[in-house]
């Protein structure tokens, strides 16, 4: 509403903005877009804004608007929204067969350095462990999720994330996938993570492949 102070009415805004984008509600989140008065907004608000129409942008396939809208938000380096900016421009990149993944690797992990305590944490470390596997960094991705196990009891991500663990440690020592590693990082990382060897047969012969 109008009758509202400015400061209050852009929050409104944005709240619904962020709704109505994380439901896919196209035609609410454009509606809310055009009521935005840009100049009655703090920079927070703009980078917020800026990222909300960069996903708006994403869900309607405009790809190259989204990943400009991102690079406003990285480059105005708010905290708030610095890391959701630069966790969407590296998985829009990763779904766009763009990615550098080394890069990726090195830029996700300065964010989750800086960033703790909230889900943005969680998802930053979910995807920078699925690129630290497809990099070979496995010793990396398992101390990530050693990581996220401890200080993140019950969750989603914590749950895929052990399921990951676990396939990539048997696809390691069953698969023949440590051939890649040199010898004695491929025995190091075993013992360093054992715990994640598989009961049973399994077991058995991931320790007769050793």
């Known amino acids: 509403s109008s009758s509202y102070p400015n400061w209050i009415r852009s929050r409104f805004l944005l709240a619904g903005m962020r709704a109505a984008v994380g439901r896919e509600d196209v035609a609410l989140a454009t509606r809310l877009v055009r009521q ?29 608007e989204a990943l400009e809208s991102y690079g406003r938000v990285i480059a105005a380096d708010r905290r708030p929204t610095t890391p959701e900016a630069v966790l969407r421009t590296i998985a829009l990149l990763d779904e766009m067969d763009r990615l550098d993944v080394p890069r990726a690797v090195a830029t996700l992990s300065a964010q989750s350095a800086i960033w703790r305590g909230d889900t943005k944490e969680l998802a930053i470390i979910e995807k920078l462990v699925d690129l630290q596997y497809r ?7 398992f101390s990530l999720t050693r990581q996220a196990a401890d200080i993140n009891s019950n969750s989603d991500v914590l749950s895929r994330l052990m399921e990951r663990a676990q396939v990539e440690f048997a696809g390691l020592y069953l698969d023949g996938q440590a051939d890649s590693l040199d010898a004695i990082e491929a025995l190091s990382i075993y013992y360093d993570f054992r715990q994640l060897t598989p009961a049973g047969t399994q077991g058995d012969l991931m320790i007769r492949n050793l």
């Open 36 to 64: 935005v008065d840009l100049a009655l907004m703090s920079p927070d608000q703009i980078a917020e804004f800026e990222l909300l129409s960069g996903s708006l942008d994403e869900i309607n396939g405009r790809y190259a």
């Open 135 to 141: 990099n070979g960094s496995y010793r990396d991705a």
